[in-house]
């Protein structure tokens, strides 16, 4: 059984004071004989990675078209996946925990997949624009698993499927106001990048963004039930509280964990207020568990956004579900009711994009994936905990099922407040490129992370794995000096 359980949920005032003494305390850095070690692992090892990605900046802005794949001291450009594991165009290897960004929960290019996706492009192509049987076989599969999905609809996108939830929500309620917690990412809509990534960023990613497009969304820290209930009673008066948006497992995936009856509290305040509760699975649905985090905090949202796991990683990937009563808004067709909610996607719910989400979820139910990535998960984490204490390092690592959190600079989860900005930002250039640099050592010793602190485990990551990937840690830990 994985660590990760009801009764053995994170210690969330532990990591909290653990992340604040290693943003406060001085910094650890790599020594500058392993920094020049790394240097020369990319400039001779990845030359044609640097030559492809140094053009590509003359035609797409900063090189890449993903933050996923932004790298110190440059992107590494990556030709076959297989499993556990990325080669790049010289051909180094690496065991890739990035798993795309998460949507790989049974490893990279699973071959089941894979081959009924073949079968299906060479029998009618990728899409016709008519309905296909893989786009009910899919509603019902999801239905199977999360009994809340009453109605389901397809989006291309997590972004798509989050605009398409809040607006539902307002439709449904016809009350204005959202509220999201804690920076949590939920894609990159006009709406929804206000505190982005950051607790208490609020605008400053907003670039582009009239300030009234945001006007109605509103920003909670994370486990702030009194903030919440007093956010919700002053709504009353201007406009009501259509829907509080949350990653079930804290912002950015659990990076900021909730405490384990957050989400139950939060259901009882949007009862109580009228608001409907929508749970972004984008990242949790099928990861930690074939129903969800609903399922594992007993908590039934009115709606649940999915994105990139629902297809297995194929592309095209999102959908929202939820109450019949809400979700039945979005009959697509001309006429019909008057309050219906506009949405649609010329390549949404395509053929190859259901058929390979029924696929996948069906693999990951035989193969019972999401136990064994969070077993993986388990070993991963219990490993960097020894090392990070053999090393005498004061990093922070915990994980919830099948994510890994791996903070070794302090700046992943410090929360940004009107009283500790000025600080924040002047600290955040050093930690930054400790950041970044920990990100090329770890990627040097042929590890990909997401942003050097995230770490998504599959059903491909055997003991041997996990135990070569510890190895690596502690040639990198080991290469660690006070600065
Ligand atoms: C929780 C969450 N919601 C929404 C999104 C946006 O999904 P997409 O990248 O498919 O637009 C992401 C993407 O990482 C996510 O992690």
Not at 210 to 228: F, I, K, R, W
Request: charged letters at 25%.
């Amino acid at each position: 059984m994985s660590k990760t359980s009801r009764e053995n949920w994170n210690n969330v005032a532990e990591i909290r004071e653990k992340s604040a003494a290693l943003w406060n305390g001085r910094a650890y850095e790599l020594k500058p004989g392993a920094k020049e070690k790394y240097l020369r692992y990319y400039n001779e090892k990845c030359a044609s990675s640097k030559a492809i990605t140094t053009k590509a900046k003359e035609i797409i802005p900063g090189g890449v078209q993903h933050n996923l794949a932004l790298n110190y001291p440059f992107p590494l450009a990556m030709d076959r996946a297989s499993g556990a594991y990325l080669w790049d165009i010289d051909g180094n290897r690496y065991i890739d925990f990035l798993q795309a960004g998460g949507p790989t929960i049974l490893g990279s290019n699973y071959p089941t997949v894979r081959d009924k996706v073949i079968a299906l492009i060479q029998e009618k192509g990728p899409v016709t624009g008519l309905f296909s049987e893989y786009e009910y076989k899919l509603a019902m599969l999801v239905q199977k698993h999360m009994p809340s999905i009453e109605m389901f609809r397809m989006a291309a996108s997590g972004t798509e499927a989050d605009m398409i939830a809040i607006r539902l929500a307002r439709a449904f309620t016809g009350n204005k106001k959202i509220i999201k917690i804690g920076g949590a990412y939920h894609g990159w809509s006009d709406e929804l990048v206000y505190d982005i990534r950051a607790d208490g960023t609020r605008s400053s990613y907003a670039i582009g963004i009239p300030p009234e497009c945001y006007a109605h969304t509103q920003a909670l820290s994370v486990n702030d039930l009194e903030g919440l209930r007093a956010l919700m009673t002053e709504n009353k008066e201007k406009g009501g509280t259509a829907c509080v948006l949350l990653e079930p497992l804290g912002p950015e995936s659990g990076t900021r964990p909730v405490e384990f009856d957050f989400c139950q509290q939060v259901r009882k305040l949007c009862d109580e207020f009228g608001a409907l509760l929508i749970f972004d699975e984008v990242v949790t649905g099928f990861r930690i568990g074939m129903g969800g985090a609903q399922e594992f905090f007993g908590v039934k949202p009115d709606l649940t956004v999915f994105g990139k796991i629902l297809t297995g990683g194929y592309p095209a990937s999102g959908a929202v579900g939820g109450r019949k009563d809400v979700v039945s808004l979005l009959a697509g067709g001309v006429g019909g009711k008057d309050n219906k909610v506009m949405v649609g996607g010329t390549l949404t719910a395509n053929p190859l994009s259901c058929l390979a989400g029924y696929y996948t979820i069906q693999e990951l139910e035989t193969t019972n994936a999401a136990e064994k990535a969070a077993l993986a998960a388990d070993r991963l984490t219990a490993g960097l905990e020894e090392l990070i204490e053999l090393h005498k390092l004061p990093f922070v690592a915990y994980n919830q099922f099948s994510i890994v959190h791996l903070d070794t600079t302090g700046n992943v989860n410090v929360t940004i407040t009107r009283e500790n900005m000025s600080d924040v930002f002047a600290k955040m250039p050093r930690r930054t490129k400790l950041f970044n640099e920990a990100g090329m050592g770890m990627s040097a010793e042929g590890i990909i992370t997401i942003a050097a602190s995230r770490m998504y485990t599959s059903l491909a990551d055997t003991d041997d794995v996990i135990d070569d990937a510890l190895k690596r840690f502690d040639r990198l830990f080991d290469n660690y000096q006070l600065s």
